[in-house]
């Protein structure tokens, strides 16, 4: 329970592109705030993660609670909601921004409006927000905030005529963003005699007390002792602990209306507590729930193999470690004929399946082959039944399939008109859709349609390198539309890899076969016989590579003495080979799998 | 019942060849040829009395070099032999001969103590050669000491070593070409190899010594099938090359998987009795050896029955090297199994089809693609 009256709370996020300075603003209003000593301050307390430091995105929704005595003469109480920097994570990211009245808008003064900035503002605009601009980075000479400024306007038709100028870094200015949240955003709203009601907003495992939390209570209150049931989930729990994040987590008894703060309650995995879920009270429950739940479905999903057979329980065991902390990914077991036994992983998008990936090898030390990642097709079968299929191998036949349906996404590109025509060029040859051209300032705004299909092989990398880095990019789901899907199977020496298989538009078909063909032409060492890779639809063979032979391998001299040693040579190469992984007597190195799944050379 | 094959090993040479590892020793002090031929003739009588008699196909004097004999030990162990055992008709002695000048004058000496077949180690024609491989030899000592052997002997054969670090293609046909001038009916030409442990392993290692590319090498295999061809010598095996009727029947015993008896440091023997084939290998150190057998007649470092699946494995490997193949009832007769149990099915089908090996009048064959990449293909073939 906190003191404050509910009209003294501001709940607020900081929406920004990224390296706009969304870190270090929270970093000043933490110090500026007392909140932490200057000697407790590291820098960027909020992102915790090493992962999330190094790429400077936050993966996990933090927040904190500030003390500020306003020029008014009273003391504000403040939430800072941190939110997921990526739109993988955008329904993470509108329940983060649902749990608030509104947000700081930060924008590099020296670059101006960018994809994410964009994509963000509409987020909290869905979610009502009141928000305020913040030029930040002004400090810099290259800082324009005058265009800046009218490109806010313009882009984004928000006044920007009150836009609070800052130096993030140099500390310039903290106390009139504090003003700005204190004067400018409204207060929450709601009632403490009624039941309750709070939003879930995350949940993570921490190792001393399980899982914990983080709420924003809309009405009632939140009291430890308390019952609560999961409106979505059905469950019901004992609260035991409730608190702040100050930023240290510190024990309260109870939350109300308006405030934002934690809860532990005995619950074994983030798997039972869903984002977006309301809690209420189990004895004096609310009759509707909050708006806007919706689990969470994984719209990307690949492969995930040992290297080492011998390591299957390890990844096992890790990837159970990470879903402990990460309930939006998925995973069940697979077997592949090519690459043993597996897993199938389900990610919210691409840079979430690039984290897992990453954290599996790193903090888990594993070594893995992963496999293309795939979409979620819908097959309608000529019987007039649906499925989802996510992994190739488990098409059907073409002869049962009516229609398939691919999912697309909404892409908004930003990009200085120098690299307009590379951009566009990429966009058209991945089945892009133009939307809207604009300009924003003198640069290039696309909006594109594209199917997700074509974007999660390596379109990021093509677009930041054909922009030499200059393009930013966002995008969000778009529904599912009809389309000429064809599988494409890989044959080496005729019998089909299930692991390189994959599906593509019929158009492209050909092309993506003779690339993956060549491919692994140069990735597949010589061996013993001349092996044949083949790319084909059906029984049809779309392109062929042959790699030769070895060149030569024989012993030059061998008589009698000699016997002994090269049986026993022999021998022991036949041991060796056991445990390599051979398709159809031919050895396919690990990297070639990952080399040769990417799409453009 | 198959004639032996006897295998007498000289172990020592006049300095150490940086490519060589086989069982070869320098003494500088001098060898007590007395002591090591005295050793030699008990250690025959010893395993003459564990084989028993049986008809004697060949003897070969290898080593080391063998040539630094002097012809009157040469004799008194062809004599030994010959006693021992039941020398078949036209049997065939052959002596590895250095052609340094102070062997070549013995050459009559062996010739007349029962030598009927010289091997030269001549490795090369061409002097730089010859001082890269470390020879202590002129290739003016080596076409003297050729052309002194052929008068002297029934069947003289000689050895070169090609694919040499930087040799191109046209340089070893100029080279081939002088050798086959000479008119042999038998060359032994092998390619370079670096073994483990050699001089020119460390020169490898280090990076100063590279062979031409596995294609470069292929090409020079190729080349040389051609030449030799154009002489009349035919490759019955991967490295030798013969007029029919030429061939060394001493190492076809080895290739062919006959019976051989080895005595010698280090020297390797197969026999078979009762249905059971031994391998059997003598002591390497020269001095260690003679005294093992000073002491009991003979010196078996390690003897132990092959069963059937590793019969058939030496058998393959061995035999897939001749161009005549592996006949399929011989097989089975000496090895215990079936061609079939001894190889995997889905790689013989492959090595079938893309024209590796042929099948066919009960012979298993490696056909010249597959004799190219014999080591690869066995790998994978030999259960
Ligand atoms: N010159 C200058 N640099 C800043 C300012 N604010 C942030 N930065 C730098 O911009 C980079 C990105 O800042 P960060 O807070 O990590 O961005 P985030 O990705 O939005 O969290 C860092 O190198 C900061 O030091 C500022 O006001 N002026
Ligand atoms: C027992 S060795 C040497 C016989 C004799 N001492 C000599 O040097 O002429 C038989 C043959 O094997 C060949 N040889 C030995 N080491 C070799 C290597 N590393 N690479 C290729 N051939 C080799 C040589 O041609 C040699 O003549
Ligand atoms: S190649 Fe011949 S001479 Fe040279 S060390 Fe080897 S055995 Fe002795």
Known sequence: MTDTPIENIRNFAIIAHIDHGKSTLADRLIETTGALSAREMHAQVLDSMDIERERGITIKAQTVRLSYLAKDGKTYELNLMDTPGHVDFAYEVSRSLAACEGSLLVVDASQGVEAQTLANVYHALEAGHEIVPVLNKIDLPAAEPEQVRAQIEEVIGLDASEAVMISAKTGLNIEGVLEALVTRLPAPTGDGAAPLKALLVDSWYDAYLGVVILVRVKDGRLKRGQKIRMMATGAAHVVEQVGVFSPRMIPTDDLGPGEIGFLTAAIKTVADCKVGDTLTDDRNPATEPLPGFKPSVPVVWCGLYPVDADDFEKLRDSLAKLRLNDASFHYEAETSAALGFGYRCGFLGLLHLEIIQERLTREFALDLIATAPSVVYRVHRTNGAMEEVHNPADMPDGSVIDHIEEPWIKATILVPDEHLGAILTLCNDRRGQQVDLTYVGNRAMAVYRLPLNEVVFDFYDRLKSVSRGYASFDYQMDGYADSDLVKISILVNGDPVDALSFIAHRSAAESRGRAICGRLKDLIPRQLFRIAVQAAIGGRVIARETISALAKDVTAKCYGGDITRKRKLLEKQKEGKKRMRQFGKVEIPQSAFLAALKMDA | ?383
């Open chain 2, 1 to 383: 019942m198959e004639p032996l094959a006897l295998y007498i090993h000289w172990p020592f040479c006049l300095a150490k060849c940086p490519y060589c590892d086989f069982n070869s020793h320098v003494r500088e002090g001098g060898v007590d040829e007395g002591r090591f031929t005295a050793a030699l003739v008990r250690e025959m009588a010893f395993e003459a009395g564990r084989v028993g008699r049986r008809p004697l196909g060949s003897i070969f004097f290898g080593g080391g070099t063998p040539s630094l004999l002097s012809p009157a030990a040469v004799g008194r162990l062809i004599g030994e032999a010959t006693r021992r055992f039941d020398p078949v008709a036209g049997i065939e002695i052959t002596l590895e001969a250095n052609p340094t000048s102070v062997e070549a004058g013995r050459l009559a000496g062996f010739r007349a103590a029962g030598v009927n077949r010289l091997s030269l180690g001549v490795q090369s024609l061409d002097d730089a050669a010859l001082a890269f491989l470390g020879r202590r030899h002129s290739a003016a000592e080596a076409r003297s000491a050729l052309a002194t052997a052929r008068t002297i002997f029934p069947r003289v054969s000689f050895d070169l070593i090609y694919a040499r670090p930087g040799q191109s293609e046209a340089a070893w046909r100029a080279e081939l070409a002088q050798a086959l001038a000479f008119g042999p009916d038998h060359l032994s030409l092998y390619q370079l190899t670096i073994e483990p442990g050699t001089g020119f392993a460390a020169r490898a290692a280090r990076g100063e010594l590279r062979l031409p590319e596995a294609e470069a090498q292929a090409a020079l295999y190729q080349a040389t099938g051609e030449a030799a061809a154009a002489f009349g010598l035919r490759p019955y095996e991967v490295s030798n090359y013969a007029r029919a009727g030429a061939e060394s029947r001493h190492n076809l015993a080895y290739w062919r998987y006959a019976d051989y008896a080895g005595i010698g440091p280090g020297a390797h023997g197969r026999l078979t009795r009762g249905g059971e084939t031994r391998a059997v290998r003598r002591v390497r150190a020269p001095e260690a050896w003679a005294a093992r057998v000073e002491a009991e007649g003979g010196a078996i470092a390690e003897e132990s029955a092959l069963s059937p699946a590793e019969r058939g494995r030496e058998m393959l490997l061995m035999g897939l090297r001749l161009a005549e193949g592996v006949e399929e009832a011989r097989f089975s007769a000496r090895t215990g199994i079936t061609l079939e149990a001894a190889l995997e099915a889905d790689v013989l089908a492959i090595a079938l089809a893309q024209g590796y090996l042929e099948r066919a009048g009960g012979v298993l064959r490696a056909l010249p693609e597959g004799r190219l990449r014999l080591d690869s293909l066995l790998a994978a073939l030999l259960v």
